[in-house]
């Protein structure tokens, strides 16, 4: 007898492969249950249903932990590409009632505060119609489930399923407000040692940003008995400590820009260490761009070229 249901009626539940596909993502049932905010007995029968429906397991438990089968991990991209497109799709009907004219994006709160913001009201001068959602966060936004448009990221590249394109590259600098910088009249960077040192102890996990400890070593500075200061978890902060003159700061050259236009900070060495992480704006692989977010990237991508034309974006 011939099958008359459509294809959509002879697949798994969308619920089911929306199941199965976080299971495989994270690799685990539990988180999978988390990020869906369903239960983890749920999530297991969503993926039963869709084992049933293949006719074979799709993945190996040991313990606590699932190890999805080869036959699982081909399927990955096309599944995520789907619900991406289905994503998309409830972006396009949820625009449609905003006329499409608010677009979100994600970064870091450093990022955010120190190069996005002061920016933006020069975005919103060229096109006052378009209105721009920030979402300031550590962690990694997940396309898949976030209702995110656009991503500034701050690392080595190679993101998997996303368009990345560098916008802006990375240094550090020591530096402190114009009193502190009059009073200490460095010259050497051994100087440095009679300043309170402040130490940007954030998460962004680049192994070739320097701590104040390898930055005097490679400098041929060895006594360092000590190097005590205050300690803060967001490049952003450690800037805003320096401006205050609270000490001498290891500075991310592109973030502080505005501040050292602005005569807030001074650079006290002319001594410029790149760093090998840049910023990329990054989206979704094959997803449909609406004029707001095109006229976003064009805009992004123009203030960075100025930044660059600069000096700040080395």
């Excluded at 560098?166 to 402190?176: G, K, R, T, W, Y």
Aim: charged share 25%.
């Amino acid at each position: 007898m011939t099958d008359t249901r459509s294809p959509a009626e002879r697949i798994p539940a969308l619920q089911s492969l929306r199941a199965f596909e976080a299971s495989v993502r994270l690799k685990s049932l539990t988180r999978a249950a988390e990020e869906l905010g369903v239960t983890p007995s749920a999530i297991t029968q969503h993926v039963r249903a869709v084992e049933t429906w293949v006719g074979a397991p799709l993945f190996r438990r040991t313990g606590r932990y699932i190890i999805p089968t080869d036959a699982a991990e081909a399927a990955m991209p096309s599944l995520r590409e789907g619900f991406d497109r289905i994503i998309e799709g409830a972006q396009l009907l949820k625009g449609s009632d905003r006329k499409g004219r608010v677009i979100s994006i994600s970064t870091t709160p450093a990022f955010a505060s120190k190069w996005l913001l002061p920016r933006l009201d020069r975005f919103r001068a060229l096109h006052p119609e378009i209105e721009v959602w920030v979402a300031a966060d550590m962690k990694l936004i997940d396309f898949s489930t976030a209702d995110v448009d656009l991503a500034v990221r701050y690392g080595p590249g190679g993101y998997d399923g996303l368009v990345a394109e560098q916008i802006l590259s990375e240094a550090v600098v020591p530096m402190a407000a114009p009193d502190l910088a009059a009073e200490l009249a460095v010259r050497a960077p051994a100087d440095l040692l009679q300043a309170r040192l402040l130490h940007d102890t954030g998460s962004d996990g680049d192994p070739s940003c320097p701590s104040w400890r390898s930055w005097f070593r490679t400098r041929g500075v060895d006594d360092l008995r000590s190097l005590d200061g205050p300690r803060y978890s967001d490049a952003s902060l450690v800037i805003d400590e320096a401006i205050a003159g609270k000490g001498v700061a290891l500075v991310k050259r592109t973030l502080a820009d505005r501040d050292i236009g602005a005569g807030r900070l001074t650079p006290l060495l002319p001594d410029v260490t790149p760093v090998k992480f840049v910023y990329w704006l990054v989206w979704p692989r094959g997803r449909t761009l609406l004029p707001p977010v095109r006229a976003f990237i064009a805009w992004m991508k123009a203030e960075a070229l100025g930044d660059v034309a600069d000096g700040a974006g080395i």
